[in-house]
């Protein structure tokens, strides 16, 4: 709207002498649209204009603040009074920290025994160890703030008698890959971390469980009887067979996606899970705001297939103060031929002394995924590249759950 705006009357003209400066410009006054009055000198800044920076600045700080904090008030403004405060992680609570404003927010965690919390994991030498615990929130610290190389981790926390111990290092050297290879028989993908994995115990209970490159690449299909038949896996044979690394007779038919159903690796004496379909993972638990003290995730193996998709073995663990969670994921694109994600996911409960084991399997065409994709939603490439978008539109083949009680 056009703004009424009307001159403040000038001073008379002065009797002085007039001196050599300039005449100084009176100021305008505006009577803005909803009634506030603004004044603004030639060159200078329009007060309302800064009235509105203000505004937008409240604005922002109020969007930051915990529902609870602006609901019933909608022009609220932070001060240093109510500005969210977090409090430091103590091992010896019984509740784990929640965020407060200048009111106390109730607590959605639930109540849990006080834990026994070790880093390292008591059974692990402290010189093995060089990742600290963050003095704020208590979080492991990974990586390592302590640079090294090769760059090797093995950070470790224990949790009453639970233990959880990581392992990553750097890609295997060409005398590990030529044992590897002997071993398994076939050519190992183009990059294979052999030595990083993610092991769990419970020594009081007997209970082991690991996750590791080499026992993952054991359950390829070394037969070919499930190989996908596509034009260009000639050509990727052909570059194995001619390749500089390559063992003689090596290269034979066999699963060239490198897909396999890895659910873990138990020790000998280990108490072995049982299939119960009647037990889920209780997502309601893991949605709970619990602080997170260890959180690691790896990359076991990766091929890119002859530039014409993706096959990645990954791990990945998150430790809370009453529970853990595990994801093993294969994924696999091959492009304008498949999507296939296998998913192991390891629950463990630690007061209740519950393992729970999901191993899901998921598969679609290629064109299926592609038809998914919104034409509105610019390059599809970049769905097509994202694993969790990917698992939310393959169809479920196949879900197996077991689990045991200690």
Not at 169 to 188: C, Q, T, W, Y
Not at 348 to 367: C, G, M, V
Request: hydrophobic letters at 35%; charged letters at 25%.
């Amino acid at each position: 709207m056009s703004q009424d705006k009307f001159t403040v009357p000038q001073n008379k003209p002065s009797s002085k002498k007039p001196t050599d400066r300039a005449p100084t410009q009176s100021p305008t006054v505006a009577l803005a649209s909803n009634g506030t009055i603004s004044s603004r000198t030639p060159g200078g800044i329009n007060t309302v204009h800064i009235n509105a920076a203000r505004e937008m600045f409240a604005s922002t700080a109020r969007a930051r603040q915990p529902p609870s904090s602006v609901a019933t008030n909608p022009n609220y403004i932070p001060n240093a009074s109510n500005i969210i405060k977090r409090q430091p992680f103590d091992f010896n609570a019984i509740e784990p920290p929640v965020e407060t404003t200048g009111t106390q927010l109730p607590s959605t965690s639930s109540t849990f025994t006080k834990p026994e919390i070790q880093v390292p994991a008591k059974n692990h030498d402290k010189s093995q160890c060089t990742n600290p615990q963050c003095a704020h929130c208590g979080r492991v610290i990974i990586p390592s703030p302590v640079a090294s190389f090769p760059l090797v981790e093995t950070p470790s926390i224990s949790i009453n008698d639970w233990e959880i111990y990581t392992t990553k290092k750097p890609i295997l050297n060409a005398e590990e890959i030529d044992m590897e290879e002997s071993r398994l028989g076939i050519p190992v993908p183009e990059m294979i971390f052999g030595h990083n994995k993610i092991e769990i115990k419970n020594q009081l209970k007997n209970f082991n469980i690991s996750f590791n490159t080499p026992d993952a690449l054991s359950l390829v299909d070394t037969t070919g009887e499930n190989l996908i038949q596509v034009s260009y896996s000639k050509e990727w044979f052909s570059t194995r067979e001619t390749g500089t690394n390559d063992i003689k007779g090596i290269v034979k038919p066999f699963d060239w996606t490198y897909t396999t159903n890895y659910k873990g690796s138990f020790t000998n004496d280990s108490i072995k899970l049982i299939e119960n379909s009647e037990f889920q993972i209780p997502l309601d638990k893991l949605k709970k705001p619990d602080p997170i003290l260890f959180f690691d995730d790896m990359v076991l193996y990766e091929d890119e297939l002859g530039d014409n998709g993706i096959s990645i073995l990954s791990c990945k663990i998150r430790v809370m103060p009453e529970r853990l969670l595990l994801l093993t994921r294969f994924f696999l694109r091959v492009d304008n031929v498949i999507f296939r994600i296998r998913d192991t996911r390891i629950y463990i409960d630690f007061n209740e002394n519950l393992i729970i084991r999901e191993y899901k399997e998921q598969e679609a065409s290629y064109q299926d995924i592609i038809r998914k994709v919104s034409p509105l939603a610019g390059d599809p490439r970049s769905f097509l590249r994202d694993q969790n978008w990917i698992a939310s539109k393959l169809p479920v083949v196949k879900v197996v759950v077991d689990s045991a009680k200690l």
